[in-house]
């Protein structure tokens, strides 16, 4: 299902001073954490899916994972750093075509893709395959991503050229959150923490649906109103909230995978 990237893009000599700055040296730690946790919870696909992240302080250079290894086998170190021409800045390996083909267009397209973090994760994944809209406002958890998500209803096949890569950048608009139906979910953040927060509450609020929908009794949504009041609430402090929720994240794999550091 995994496709590498075209040996063009072969391992560059590192050739940029302020990729060892202390900031970069975060970003690295924090993205590995949320590869790690998202394979610890099972929001993972083989070597497939995808997180980036735009290199602090610039506009040109993303953060990725090396095609081949798994989650689990992310860390700090083996992270890639590619520009938008496909060229590997620093790091041992290629992007996975499609993680280049999505994440490099997104963030070159939309400035607020600070992070971008795209999966096939089951429950998500499950509601993006149905008919008809994948969220249906009917649990607190879902109401975080009121009026935030968007769908693209135009499956592609996989996203092996510049021009599907557009596409499904064009397709987020405004939104936070697109449910790509027959494939899986995007999720952009104007940080990691809070690239890995929605994704994480997603995940949460689309089990909740499934299961409530496997009971084959009918839901009940939260009334336009309500709704719109609840993820005003919920946004107040969501900031903070994420910052807080990887920082815990980082808390526990520095106790049972430390190694995500390195």
Known sequence: MAHALGAATAPAILRNSDLDGDAVRQARVDLAACFRMAAKLGMHEGICNHFSAMVPGRDDLFLVNAYGLAFSEVTASNLLVCDFGGNVVAGQGVPEATAFYIHGRLHMKNPRARAAFHTHMPNATALAMLEGPPLVWAGQTALKFYGRTVVDEEYGGLALDE?????????MGEADVVFMKNHGVMVIGQSIAEAW?????????AEAQRLAMSTGRALKPVPPEMAERTYRQMREGDRESARLHLESVKRILAREAPEFMH
């Open 163 to 171: 021009a599907e890569g557009d596409r499904i950048a064009a397709s």
């Open 197 to 205: 927060d929605d994704l994480y509450y997603l995940e949460r609020a």
